[in-house]
Every structure is written in structure tokens, then in C-alpha cells.
């Protein structure tokens, strides 16, 4: 152990126990962790995201890790909020399991935020971390004494534009945020299923203040599918799931940087607020499918070339670098971080997803991602049968026998994915979450433990890292990671 923190999951007695920390946040995230643990096994995906929906029924899903903007844009006068945080999405649409607010209040501002102040300041609020006047009872939001991390919990009902009951049908639409502290990522760019499945995986994003123990600053991190510390299946299977289900509702995925352009923090500037919420609602207009687009080099990302009401410089990244040969360092840097990332995904991707599903991700990466894992791939492939998928691994696991389906025998190049006789596109998986019966029997026991520090999470990496710092898990008997 890294302190004397922890926090311990058992799947036998489905408890999680909380030592040597006070923040609340951890009783959350316990929830948080044992959710993507079951509920894939119900063809749900789980997601750490922000949801609203508009008046045409139309949802909008917001993924992204805390410090993104996940609760400030999801927070939306014209849309009413499902939810700021945690969702599920499945077989009949998305709902919430929170009913209720988790939120960020550091430097709240009646003027800049009416309605979070409302709520935040309403009888049956819970503040924490938070520095107050004894006397008056008036508290100080400005004041980052005991951590930036200061939080309000507080019921849905308490927001005026809340949407209640708190489900909707399939997103229209995917946001990935992005807070980009190298400054090359573009405003915003539009994802094919190959590229929305590489960037959740990757969860690319900053660490920012208030979110984790020791940052200070702004830094380039990867948490996969953003939820890094809290996933208990290997990451590539959420990512199959999540193209499974946006290829099933038409869903259009998008990645927006709310983050810096024209360098790191200190050099470059941070997107404004205002145009990221006008980038969003040329989204949900449909304003940005009918823009013109160009293919940004090396990461291969679809860039509109205008937005109503943004100025085309914000959307062109290099515009804003006054060293354009710094810009290209710096991007190739970033391409590089991704391709060194994904390399801890490609050790069992294929046993995990199959062969067909790991080209499609690898096939949304930068362009040298396609070229140097290539050869990777194929040894790996060499060693696995192509109609081996994650049903199969289950099915062998538990001692089941699992028919492989034509569609495994196929193979992708480039972009192209396998069609149905009706010309509808397959994913290569027959039925990604195996039935309810299939759960490890409740007899079997695992502990999954995370570390914090001064009841802050503290650093935990992703699960199928070697350097996994501070986590220990013993999974239960029969269950394939």
C-alpha cells in the first residue's frame, strides 16, 4: 500500500470498505466500480459521463474524466439534464443511477452559474471540504485551504431543469472531452465508430487540480474509457460495447477539446468556455454535418473547417502555434503517447475481442499506430484463432461451449466493416455480454483496492498495467478479466 487509505471491493459479499479517508466521493466510486463489473454482462455499458436531452427527445451522452466539463456542459438551459456523472446505457436507452448531484464547487459564482448556486445553496445540500464563516454560516467557495476538491451533494430535483425520471432513449449523440495540455488536439472533430472506440479506450485527457493528490497543474494522462481506476474488465471490451452500440442506434461521435491551444498551459490559451458551448450546440443543431471538412495529418481526425458562431481559427490548432515546427513536434509527440499507450491493450486484445474488432480500433489511431503495431498484431493473431471471441474466452472460462458465427471469419481493411445481407454493419460479436445466469457464483471472492492519499484518489492506474500503483485484485473464480 502507497497510504493508509484504502478502499476494498468484495464481489462475494458485494460490499466496499472504506478505511483511513473521509472523502464521500470514495462510497460513489465503490458503486462507480462494481457497475462495470456487472453490468456488461446485461449488454449495459457504463459510463463516466454527463447526459441531457433535448425537445425532440433527442439524448446527448457527455464521456470524459472529472475536470473536463462533463457537468458544466451537460448543464444546458435549452436541455434538460438527465445526469452529470454516472450512466447507463442499454438495450433500451440510457439512464441514471445517481438521481442526484456530485458536483464540483470551487470559485461557484452566483452570476456565472444561477442555478448550481440555487442548488448548491438549498436546504438538504451536503457540503464537503469547504471553508465557512461560523458565525454567519456563509461559506467561502473561493477558498482552497483544505483541498480544490470541495463538492456539493445534493438531489436533482434540487436543478430547475432537471429531466425527470431520469432516462432517455439511444444518444444521437457521443461527446468524448478531451482536456488537451499539450495543445494540438483541435476544438472539435468528428469520429468514425473505428476512431470513437480508439479514443475511449485511450481516454486521453489532463489531470487537473482538485482532482487527484499532487497535481498541481495541468497533465497529459491516459485512464481508459475514462474510468482508468475503476473498470474491472480489460478495456478493450468496453470499447467493443461501445461500438456495438453505436453502430446499432446510428450514433454520431464526436471528440471536443476543452482544453489549450497553441501550446501547454503558460504558453498556450484555454478554449473558451463560450465557444465550446457554441461547438455543442452546432452539434445538436446538426450544423456540423453540414460543414466541410478537412483530414488533419498524423492523427487522421475529420476537422470542420467552419462552425456558426465560432471564428475558424479556433477549429485549426496549428493556427494558434506561432512555431509551426514546435506544432509538429508536439503532435508527433502526442501520436507517440498514444501509440506507446495502446501497447498494453494489444498484449490480449485479440483474446479479449477477436481479431476483427482489435483492427477496427487499431484502424482509428494515428497513422503510424497502423503501421508499427501492425506486424504486433499479426504475431498475435497467428497465436489466436479469428473466430475467438470474448464470448468464447467466457464460454471456455466457465466451462461452456460457444459456437463461433460466420462473421469472425471476415476480415477488415482499412475503414471497411463487415455487412449483413441487408447491408447493415456487424461489430464481429455475436452477443458481447453474456446472460445474467453467467455471473461467477457467489460463493467466489475478489478484492479490488484503491489507494488515496489525504482522501484524495490517488494516482491508481489502469487494472492491466504491470505498474499498477497501489490496486490489488484476486478475481473471482471463472471470470475472464
Same mark, same amino acid.
Not at 322 to 337: E, I, P, S, V, W
Not at 475 to 480: K, V
Given at each position: 500500500?502507497?497510504?493508509? &487509505?484504502?478502499?476494498?471491493?468484495?464481489?462475494?459479499?458485494?460490499?466496499?470498505?472504506?478505511?483511513?479517508?473521509?472523502?464521500?466521493?470514495?462510497?460513489?466510486?465503490?458503486?462507480?466500480?462494481?457497475?462495470?463489473?456487472?453490468?456488461?454482462?446485461?449488454?449495459?455499458?457504463?459510463?463516466?459521463?454527463?447526459?441531457?436531452?433535448?425537445?425532440?427527445?433527442?439524448?446527448?451522452?457527455?464521456?470524459?474524466?472529472?475536470?473536463?466539463?462533463? &457537468? &458544466?456542459?451537460?448543464?444546458?438551459?435549452?436541455?434538460?439534464?438527465?445526469?452529470?456523472?454516472?450512466?447507463?446505457?442499454?438495450?433500451?436507452?440510457?439512464?441514471?443511477?445517481?438521481?442526484?448531484?456530485?458536483?464540483?464547487?470551487?470559485?461557484?459564482?452566483?452570476?456565472?452559474?444561477?442555478?448550481?448556486?440555487?442548488?448548491?445553496?438549498?436546504?438538504?445540500?451536503?457540503?464537503?471540504?469547504?471553508?465557512?464563516?461560523?458565525?454567519?454560516?456563509?461559506?467561502?467557495?473561493?477558498?482552497?485551504?483544505?483541498?480544490?476538491?470541495?463538492?456539493?451533494?445534493?438531489?436533482?430535483?434540487?436543478?430547475?431543469?432537471?429531466?425527470?425520471?431520469?432516462?432517455?432513449?439511444?444518444?444521437?449523440?457521443?461527446?468524448?472531452?478531451?482536456?488537451?495540455?499539450?495543445?494540438?488536439?483541435?476544438?472539435?472533430?468528428?469520429? &468514425?465508430?473505428?476512431?470513437?472506440?480508439?479514443?475511449?479506450?485511450?481516454?486521453?485527457?489532463?489531470?487537473?487540480?482538485?482532482?487527484?493528490?499532487?497535481?498541481?497543474?495541468?497533465?497529459?494522462?491516459?485512464?481508459?474509457?475514462?474510468?482508468?481506476?475503476?473498470?474491472?474488465?480489460?478495456?478493450?471490451?468496453?470499447?467493443?460495447?461501445?461500438?456495438?452500440?453505436?453502430?446499432?442506434?446510428?450514433?454520431?461521435?464526436?471528440?471536443?477539446?476543452?482544453?489549450?491551444?497553441?501550446?501547454?498551459?503558460?504558453?498556450?490559451?484555454?478554449?473558451?468556455?463560450?465557444?465550446?458551448?457554441?461547438?455543442?450546440?452546432?452539434?445538436?443543431?446538426?450544423?456540423?454535418?453540414?460543414?466541410?471538412?478537412?483530414?488533419?495529418?498524423?492523427?487522421?481526425?475529420?476537422?470542420?473547417?467552419?462552425?456558426?458562431?465560432?471564428?475558424?481559427?479556433?477549429?485549426?490548432?496549428?493556427?494558434?502555434?506561432?512555431?509551426?515546427?514546435?506544432?509538429?513536434?508536439?503532435?508527433?509527440?502526442?501520436?507517440?503517447?498514444?501509440?506507446?499507450?495502446?501497447?498494453?491493450?494489444?498484449?490480449?486484445?485479440?483474446?479479449?475481442?477477436?481479431?476483427?474488432?482489435?483492427?477496427?480500433?487499431?484502424?482509428?489511431?494515428?497513422?503510424?499506430?497502423?503501421?508499427?503495431?501492425?506486424?504486433?498484431?499479426?504475431?498475435?493473431?497467428?497465436?489466436?484463432?479469428?473466430?475467438?471471441?470474448?464470448?468464447?474466452?467466457?464460454?471456455?472460462?466457465?466451462?461452456?461451449?460457444?459456437?463461433?458465427?460466420?462473421?469472425?471469419?471476415?476480415?477488415?481493411?482499412?475503414?471497411?466493416?463487415?455487412?449483413?445481407?441487408?447491408?447493415?454493419?456487424?461489430?464481429?460479436?455475436?452477443?458481447?455480454?453474456?446472460?445474467?445466469?453467467?455471473?461467477?457464483?457467489?460463493?467466489?471472492?475478489?478484492?479490488?483496492?484503491?489507494?488515496?492519499?489525504?482522501?484524495?484518489?490517488?494516482?491508481?492506474?489502469?487494472?492491466?498495467?504491470?505498474?499498477?500503483?497501489?490496486?490489488?485484485?484476486?478475481?473471482?473464480?471463472?471470470?475472464?478479466?
Amino acid at each position: 500500500m502507497s497510504s493508509r &487509505t484504502s478502499i476494498a471491493t468484495s464481489l462475494k459479499h458485494r460490499q466496499v470498505v472504506i478505511l483511513g479517508t473521509e472523502y464521500a466521493g470514495e462510497m460513489k466510486k465503490g458503486v462507480f466500480t462494481l457497475l462495470h463489473y456487472y453490468m456488461p454482462h446485461r449488454d449495459v455499458l457504463f459510463l463516466h459521463s454527463g447526459c441531457n436531452i433535448g425537445k425532440e427527445g433527442d439524448v446527448t451522452l457527455f464521456l470524459g474524466l472529472s475536470g473536463t466539463g462533463k &457537468t &458544466t456542459l451537460s448543464s444546458d438551459p435549452a436541455r434538460p439534464l438527465i445526469g452529470d456523472d454516472e450512466h447507463c446505457w442499454g438495450p433500451k436507452g440510457v439512464f441514471n443511477i445517481e438521481a442526484g448531484c456530485y458536483a464540483k464547487c470551487v470559485n461557484l459564482q452566483s452570476e456565472s452559474d444561477p442555478d448550481m448556486w440555487s442548488a448548491v445553496n438549498r436546504f438538504g445540500t451536503v457540503l464537503e471540504n469547504v471553508v465557512y464563516d461560523e458565525q454567519y454560516h456563509i461559506v467561502d467557495y473561493s477558498n482552497t485551504t483544505i483541498t480544490e476538491n470541495m463538492r456539493a451533494c445534493f438531489p436533482i430535483t434540487h436543478l430547475p431543469n432537471a429531466h425527470i425520471p431520469c432516462v432517455g432513449g439511444h444518444p444521437h449523440n457521443v461527446i468524448l472531452l478531451s482536456c488537451d495540455a499539450l495543445g494540438v488536439l483541435p476544438a472539435v472533430s468528428r469520429l &468514425t465508430v473505428e476512431q470513437a472506440m480508439y479514443h475511449f479506450v485511450s481516454g486521453y485527457t489532463a489531470k487537473v487540480a482538485g482532482t487527484e493528490v499532487g497535481v498541481c497543474h495541468p497533465e497529459p494522462t491516459f485512464s481508459a474509457c475514462y474510468a482508468g481506476a475503476f473498470i474491472m474488465w480489460r478495456p478493450m471490451k468496453y470499447a467493443a460495447l461501445l461500438g456495438n452500440k453505436l453502430r446499432r442506434a446510428g450514433t454520431r461521435a464526436w471528440l471536443v477539446n476543452t482544453g489549450w491551444l497553441g501550446g501547454k498551459p503558460g504558453v498556450g490559451q484555454r478554449i473558451s468556455l463560450q465557444h465550446t458551448r457554441t461547438i455543442i450546440d452546432a452539434i445538436h443543431s446538426g450544423g456540423l454535418e453540414s460543414a466541410q471538412y478537412q483530414q488533419m495529418p498524423v492523427l487522421d481526425l475529420q476537422v470542420p473547417s467552419s462552425c456558426p458562431g465560432v471564428p475558424d481559427s479556433i477549429l485549426q490548432p496549428q493556427a494558434h502555434w506561432t512555431n509551426h515546427q514546435d506544432y509538429n513536434a508536439t503532435l508527433a509527440q502526442l501520436a507517440g503517447m498514444f501509440v506507446d499507450n495502446m501497447q498494453v491493450f494489444l498484449q490480449d486484445g485479440v483474446q479479449i475481442v477477436g481479431k476483427d474488432i482489435m483492427q477496427q480500433i487499431l484502424a482509428g489511431g494515428p497513422q503510424q499506430q497502423k503501421i508499427s503495431q501492425q506486424q504486433q498484431l499479426q504475431m498475435q493473431s497467428a497465436a489466436a484463432d479469428s473466430s475467438y471471441t470474448v464470448n468464447d474466452q467466457e464460454a471456455a472460462m466457465q466451462g461452456r461451449v460457444a459456437q463461433p458465427g460466420p462473421q469472425h471469419s471476415k476480415q477488415l481493411s482499412g475503414h471497411m466493416q463487415p455487412s449483413t445481407a441487408d447491408g447493415s454493419h456487424q461489430t464481429g460479436l455475436h452477443d458481447l455480454a453474456p446472460s445474467s445466469s453467467s455471473l461467477p457464483d457467489s460463493s467466489d471472492d475478489d478484492l479490488h483496492v484503491h489507494s488515496t492519499v489525504g482522501g484524495v484518489r490517488a494516482a491508481a492506474k489502469r487494472r492491466s498495467e504491470s505498474s499498477a500503483v497501489a490496486v490489488a485484485v484476486a478475481a473471482p473464480a471463472g471470470a475472464a478479466k
